[in-house]
């Protein structure tokens, strides 16, 4: 298991993959990761779909060239009336929540040796359409997980990072 900083080092968006299949085991503990997420209130607003049979695979990969045929692509979707809603401004918090959902997942995923990137590259309506997704759930990302290819490697801007004083304000 290695430190959690320089796994988010290492870290980095996998765009090839090899297709070998994710043992059910990994795969579990990865979903499992995202369970425990916390979430506003803890209403947990989120559903997540594992598109790992054929037909999905093969109408995500038709919809999206942003899901790399990798042998599995978690879906993640925030199910809108069951989020918490800032009674100041109206946000609906669901978009969040899958957020901190997604980002356990994928770091998790890492820590296993499971490549990942996070995706929002696709025509959300026909997403809805294509995989009968519920009026009240949002498709937020997607999250493609296999084995980085031998071909996979960080993009040149993976490293490319502002320095604290420009993202970070003492008050």
Known sequence: ???????????????????????????????????????????QPYHVYVLKS????????EITNCAYHAPVVLMFCGVLDQAFVDPWNGHNGAEMDVSIVATHMMLKAADMGIGSCWVCWYDSAKVKEAFHLPENEEPYCLLPLGYPSEEASPSERHALRKSLEEVVTEL
């Open 1 to 43: 298991m290695k430190d959690f900083t320089q796994l988010a080092q290492e870290r980095y968006s996998v765009r090839s993959y090899k297709p070998d299949p994710i043992p059910e085991d990994v795969l579990r503990q990865i979903l499992e990761a995202g369970r425990l997420a916390p979430t506003a209130k803890n209403y």
């Open 54 to 61: 054929e037909a999905a695979l093969k109408t995500i990969n």
